[in-house]
């Protein structure tokens, strides 16, 4: 055992030392090929409440710093245990009943959600250095804010919501959801299994302008173009990892639920991806924020892993693994030229020019209008047909 | 030196004596009692729940079976996958059977290697064939390469994929072995000699399927037929990966509302009303197959 755990100091010495060396040598030649200046390197917190620690992740991979963050935790001998909930429901569902988790994913789209049903804690923005480097379109957002004011959530990416499709088989992407009600789009498309977006962008077509809140008989004219849009489609896509491996197979030719990173992926297989913006869904975008659920055994060391995640350094990481928007104003310059795809200016004023819009209707909805169960009971006979 | 017993303690010990098979069957009750009826036990329960808001309200309803018998929309998919588990069920047998007859009677010399290979192919991984499957049936996959280059067709054609078709290819992939297993078994209990007497009798080659073989494998072939329909009704993973949007089964929904709509109770209603219907629909098949042979 002794020698075990002086083998082990002596590899985590190593690892240190080797990480030093390799981000220093990062920093001299910056990640983007650029010189990272001084005021870019990240503010201090203390983060001696980690060591030893193991922290408990659930929510979107990639967005758990499980690469940008390993140093961090090597020097802390941390570990990080990571789930990927497959849909929000099970995210919730797993805080629910009681399973530990330290961090989780805060969609835009489920924060009001999350935070009514009290699956996530507040967080003392005022500990986290970093806080106020965080574009303020973001930070100011009352998506991850209760009634009071108190922060929920602290963002860590952002982008928008592109189709994504094979460049060899469309040269024109489609610019309607409309479009793809059309038998020419029979079975060249996929999309989740999910009445958000469809039904969001189908109620926007029709002209319902206050959408997501929709009247019952508004909800039935969507579910009228949503069977011919799910008789459209090819297949339900289970990941946007799914949807790439259909496209870069040949199978489908596009998604509706697309993400810029997809591009990346397939780029690795030789496979050129596009992206592009369906007007129904054009000016919208989504942010997601990293949230301490309500279970979580070592809120002091989460909130000291959340400050790191928005550190400029760790955030040019992010954005270039992600292909998404860095939300920390500094790490721009780190961001890869091929990621740094994004107008920071929608986001720094305290008006965002992006619209961070929920697509599902609220918790609570005034009469009339149809709630989240309304809409999961139409999709359920969408799918039917 | 013999040790006598009393009359009374020779009572005793006859009276506890029917105890002993109970207790060498108690390790594997156990282990059946929480891995098997806890489980359907908690599910159960959820069943009469409901579910508002994200919690759960303990008071206990019968509404979540009213709706999963009465909705139209699950009324639907278990039809559907009825109707798939039929079909599935069906060609096992009719490709496994003929397999099993070869191994018996035609290749007996190479049985041994060939129930091996029958055996290994239960050991691949099951999502490795799910995949290797999109691929075979994809647009671009070995099957339309293939039709395309010998001319057969111009264009590859869509419908091998992402489709029921493409749900009833990989589930009799994988169930192929599990119906050869019980009828091969079953066709050990059929004597050569049987056989011989029938045709020295006169008897043609289908009568002695019809009336000789068949019969006294029937209890391989119910079996089979079991396996592939209770496998097949709560698929949902096969459906999701190479069905279509319209070819989702009820295993589908009972996924969907355990995890996106986070409905427990609905979810759990589904499962029992699932498990109910397939036992009720085994039972009738082999009731139908007995009375065939009959």
């Known amino acids: ?385 | 030196m013999s040790i006598e017993f009393s009359q009374p303690a020779l009572v005793r010990i006859r009276n506890w004596r029917w105890l002993g098979p109970w207790l060498q069957l108690s390790p594997a009750a156990i282990i059946y009692a929480i891995f098997f009826v806890a489980p359907v036990a908690i599910l159960v329960t959820y069943s009469f729940y409901t579910f508002r808001e994200y919690n759960f309200d303990s008071d206990l309803t019968f509404a979540n079976y009213k709706y999963a018998l009465t909705n139209e929309v699950f009324r639907t998919l278990f039809l559907r996958t009825i109707k798939i588990a039929t079909i599935v069920s069906a060609l096992v047998v009719l490709l496994a059977y003929p397999f099993a007859w070869i191994l018996t009677f035609v290749l007996p010399k190479h049985r041994q290697i060939l129930y091996f290979l029958v055996v290994l192919s239960l050991f691949g991984g099951y999502l490795v064939r799910i995949y290797a499957w999109r691929t075979m049936l994809g647009r671009e996959g070995l099957i339309n390469t293939t039709l395309v280059s010998i001319g057969l067709i111009d264009e590859p054609v869509r419908f091998l994929l992402n489709s029921q078709y493409a749900i009833v290819v990989v589930m009799v992939n994988f169930l192929l072995p599990l119906g050869v297993l019980p009828i091969y078994n079953a066709m050990q209990n059929v004597s050569p000699k049987l056989i011989d007497a029938a045709r020295d009798l006169g008897s043609g080659p289908g009568h002695i399927l019809r009336r000789i073989v068949i019969p006294l494998t029937m209890r391989g072939v119910v079996t089979a037929v079991a396996f592939s329909f209770i496998a097949t009704a709560a698929e949902w993973v096969t459906p999701l990966l190479v069905g279509g949007t319209g070819d989702q089964m009820v295993g589908n929904e009972i996924s969907y509302q355990f995890g996106t709509a986070i409905n427990w109770p609905l979810g759990a209603a589904l499962a029992i009303t699932l498990i109910v219907a397939v036992i009720a629909f085994v039972g009738f098949i082999f009731g139908l197959l007995r009375l065939v042979i009959k």
């Open chain 1, 1 to 385: 055992m002794r020698r075990l755990k002086s083998f082990a100091s002596i590899a985590g010495a190593l690892a240190l030392t080797l990480s030093l060396a390799a981000c220093s040598s990062n920093q001299d030649s910056g990640a983007a090929g650029e010189t990272a200046p001084a005021e870019v390197a990240a503010q201090e917190m203390d983060t001696s409440v980690c060591k030893g620690l193991t922290l408990n992740f659930i929510g979107i991979a990639g967005e758990e710093g499980d690469k940008e963050l390993a140093s961090f935790r090597s020097d802390l001998e941390m570990k990080l245990q990571v789930s990927n909930n497959a849909d929000w429901g099970q995210l919730i569902g797993a805080i629910k009943v009681g399973q530990e988790f330290d961090l989780s994913t805060l969609p835009n789209a489920e924060a009001q959600r999350m935070i009514a049903t009290g699956v996530v804690q507040e967080i003392d923005t005022s500990k986290l250095t970093n806080w106020n480097d965080v574009v303020q379109g973001l930070r100011n957002s009352s998506i991850i804010r209760n009634a009071d004011g108190k922060v929920f959530g602290v963002p860590i990416a952002w982008g928008d919501g592109p189709i994504v499709y094979s460049t060899k088989r469309v040269p024109t992407p489609p610019t309607s959801i409309t479009e793809l009600l059309t038998p020419a789009w029979k079975g060249r498309f996929t999309m989740f299994d999910d009445p958000a977006l469809p039904f969001y962008m189908l109620a926007q077509s029709l002209g319902f302008t206050k959408v997501p809140l929709l009247t019952f008989d508004e909800l039935n004219q969507v579910k009228a173009k949503a069977k011919t849009l799910v008789k459209n489609a090819s297949a339900f896509q289970t990941s946007y990892q799914d949807a790439t491996d259909r496209m870069v197979a040949g199978d489908v030719d596009l998604t509706i639920g697309g993400w810029e990173a997809m591009t990346a992926w397939a780029g690795k297989k030789e496979v050129e991806l596009g992206y592009s913006f369906l007007k129904e869904g054009k000016g919208g975008g989504w942010f997601d924020s990293i949230a301490i659920p309500s279970t979580a055994k070592h809120p002091e060391c989460a909130l000291a892993y959340i400050n790191e995640m928005i550190s400029p350094k760790t955030q040019g990481v992010v954005a270039t693994n992600l292909m998404s928007g860095a939300t920390n104003a500094k790490a721009v310059p780190l961001i890869s030229a091929e990621a740094n795809i994004y107008d920071y200016k929608l986001v720094e004023s305290e008006t965002p020019g992006i619209e961070f819009v929920s697509f599902t209707p609220p918790n609570s909805v005034p009469d009339g209008y149809a709630t989240m169960d309304d809409w999961r009971k139409a999709w359920a006979q969408v799918k039917v047909g």
